[in-house]
């Protein structure tokens, strides 16, 4: 594994000191447990393994293989002590890697082909090309101040080449919109992916080259306002590499909050005169919700979307449950099991269209409606849908024709 330069290493060490003494607060009141989608499932106690590391050190919990059961969801925040559960996890997985350790079912999904991208593009010295996608007639620049960050989406739906995935088009109606409130955003090829993934997968070293890299070449473009399409790469650059490397240069920002504060609503007041037919409801990812605030933007597109009633689930913004697949990892029987719960509470709710703006939570849900047991015959539900919300403005917003 590569060493981490000086700076980086200083501030990790700084950072893990303080997470590390803040475990010894904890007065083992279960409240975390009792939240964790990972109990539910009985792969991970949260409890138990910060009484642990309390006892043990960190090195003692990195060799317990239940912390890669561990979602990094972020719901056991509700910790009165302010624990940062998902953050000890991730220090114990970066010691499992680092002695070798790692369990089977640290393998992500997929064949690990995320994670491989991330590899590839970190230590490739070629940059990548990231805006070479079919457009009809968007319009963007090499360079400007304004840019529009699209890390793998763009080759998403080829990576997830056995599921009929269309992330191009929601692509296309971001830009779309962004040329509707007047800007023509740079996308400039170059910057690479963020590394989310192999972040929560504990490889540091890969994360920090490609946080160094995007970082540097951001800074290079003058690029002021980055316009990130993807809640986890959004949270990767606007949260991760400042802890790491200090200050970005451009403001981080998710496409949703950039275009209700530029006005794209006001844009879509025609919605008014047609009739509701579809009923939607808008699942939070975790990454967004829980991890960076960001609630409302997603629902205020949603609901002034021509036709759309937004329908409110049960578990909601703070409350939403994960997925149960970050990074790719927990592809599993359990994870299955939460995203089914998830689907059903939809489908209950009568729900048409089950809305979120995260391509892995769409891969995931995607996954599992397939094998969702149909409802018996004699109630008359329209099928449940999952998709994308950028997908959703493309298709019902701009009328684009799928890929
Ligand atoms: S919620 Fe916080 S204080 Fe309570 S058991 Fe969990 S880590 Fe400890
Ligand atoms: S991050 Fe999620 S899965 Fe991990 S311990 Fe906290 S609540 Fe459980």
């Given at each position: 594994?590569?060493?981490?330069?000086?700076?980086?290493?200083?501030?990790?060490?700084?950072?893990?000191?303080?997470?590390?003494?803040?475990?010894?607060?904890?007065?083992?009141?279960?409240?975390?447990?009792?939240?964790?989608p990972a109990f539910r499932i009985a792969?991970?106690?949260?409890?138990?393994?910060?009484?642990?590391?309390?006892?043990?050190?960190?090195?003692?919990?990195?060799?317990?293989?239940?912390?890669?059961?561990?979602?990094?969801?972020?719901?056991?925040?509700?910790?009165?002590?302010?624990?940062?559960?998902?953050?000890?996890?991730?220090?114990?997985?970066?010691?499992?890697?680092?002695?070798?350790?790692?369990?089977?079912?640290?393998?992500?999904?997929?064949?690990?082909?995320?994670?491989?991208?991330?590899?590839?593009?970190?230590?490739?010295?070629?940059?990548?090309?990231?805006?070479?996608?079919?457009?009809?007639?968007?319009?963007?620049?090499?360079?400007?101040?304004?840019?529009?960050?699209?890390?793998?989406?763009?080759?998403?739906?080829?990576?997830?080449?056995?599921?009929?995935?269309?992330?191009?088009?929601?692509?296309?109606?971001?830009?779309?919109?962004?040329?509707?409130?007047?800007?023509?955003?740079?996308?400039?090829?170059?910057?690479?992916?963020?590394?989310?993934?192999?972040?929560?997968?504990?490889?540091?070293?890969?994360?920090?080259?490609?946080?160094?890299?995007?970082?540097?070449?951001?800074?290079?473009?003058?690029?002021?306002?980055?316009?990130?399409?993807?809640?986890?790469?959004?949270?990767?650059?606007?949260?991760?590499?400042?802890?790491?490397?200090?200050?970005?240069?451009?403001?981080?920002?998710?496409?949703?909050?950039?275009?209700?504060?530029?006005?794209?609503?006001?844009?879509?007041?025609?919605?008014?005169?047609?009739d509701v037919e579809i009923h939607a409801?808008y699942h939070d990812p975790c990454k967004?919700?829980?991890?960076?605030?960001?609630?409302?933007?997603?629902?205020?597109?949603?609901?002034?979307?021509?036709?759309?009633?937004?329908?409110?689930?049960?578990?909601?913004?703070?409350?939403?449950?994960?997925?149960?697949?970050?990074?790719?990892?927990?592809?599993?029987?359990?994870?299955?099991?939460?995203?089914?719960?998830?689907?059903?509470?939809?489908?209950?709710?009568?729900?048409?269209?089950?809305?979120?703006?995260?391509?892995?939570?769409?891969?995931?849900?995607?996954?599992?409606?397939?094998?969702?047991?149909?409802?018996?015959?004699?109630?008359?539900?329209?099928?449940?849908?999952?998709?994308?919300?950028?997908?959703?403005?493309?298709?019902?917003?701009?009328?684009?024709?799928?890929?």
């Amino acid at each position: 594994m590569t060493e981490l330069p000086s700076a980086v290493q200083a501030n990790l060490q700084k950072d893990f000191a303080a997470l590390q003494k803040r475990t010894l607060l904890c007065y083992q009141c279960s409240k975390c447990t009792s939240v964790c989608p990972a109990f539910r499932i009985a792969q991970f106690n949260p409890r138990s393994f910060i009484l642990a590391a309390v006892n043990g050190g960190i090195d003692a919990v990195a060799k317990d293989k239940t912390i890669w059961g561990c979602r990094n969801c972020s719901s056991c925040q509700v910790c009165p002590m302010g624990i940062d559960i998902p953050s000890m996890v991730l220090l114990a997985r970066l010691r499992s890697l680092r002695n070798d350790n790692a369990p089977p079912a640290a393998k992500t999904g997929h064949r690990r082909i995320f994670n491989l991208a991330q590899r590839i593009q970190a230590a490739s010295p070629v940059p990548p090309v990231t805006n070479k996608w079919p457009l009809n007639h968007q319009k963007f620049t090499e360079r400007g101040k304004v840019a529009l960050y699209t890390g793998l989406m763009p080759i998403w739906d080829n990576l997830m080449y056995n599921y009929d995935l269309d992330f191009v088009t929601g692509l296309r109606a971001v830009l779309e919109a962004m040329n509707l409130v007047g800007v023509e955003p740079a996308i400039p090829a170059g910057i690479k992916d963020s590394g989310h993934d192999v972040y929560y997968g504990g490889d540091e070293s890969t994360f920090i080259s490609l946080a160094q890299y995007n970082r540097d070449v951001v800074e290079k473009l003058g690029i002021e306002t980055l316009v990130v399409v993807n809640p986890e790469d959004y949270h990767a650059m606007k949260h991760l590499y400042p802890k790491y490397l200090g200050p970005m240069s451009a403001d981080v920002v998710f496409w949703t909050d950039f275009l209700v504060e530029k006005g794209f609503v006001e844009k879509l007041r025609y919605q008014a005169y047609l009739d509701v037919e579809i009923h939607a409801a808008y699942h939070d990812p975790c990454k967004l919700g829980r991890r960076s605030g960001i609630y409302a933007s997603p629902r205020v597109i949603l609901e002034n979307m021509p036709g759309i009633k937004l329908v409110q689930l049960r578990d909601e913004k703070e409350l939403a449950p994960c997925c149960g697949v970050t990074a790719f990892i927990g592809c599993d029987d359990g994870s299955l099991y939460l995203r089914h719960e998830r689907l059903k509470e939809a489908r209950d709710l009568g729900v048409d269209l089950l809305v979120t703006t995260c391509p892995s939570c769409v891969s995931h849900y995607s996954c599992a409606l397939a094998s969702l047991q149909p409802l018996d015959n004699s109630q008359k539900a329209k099928p449940l849908q999952v998709v994308e919300l950028g997908t959703l403005m493309g298709t019902r917003l701009f009328h684009f024709d799928k890929k």
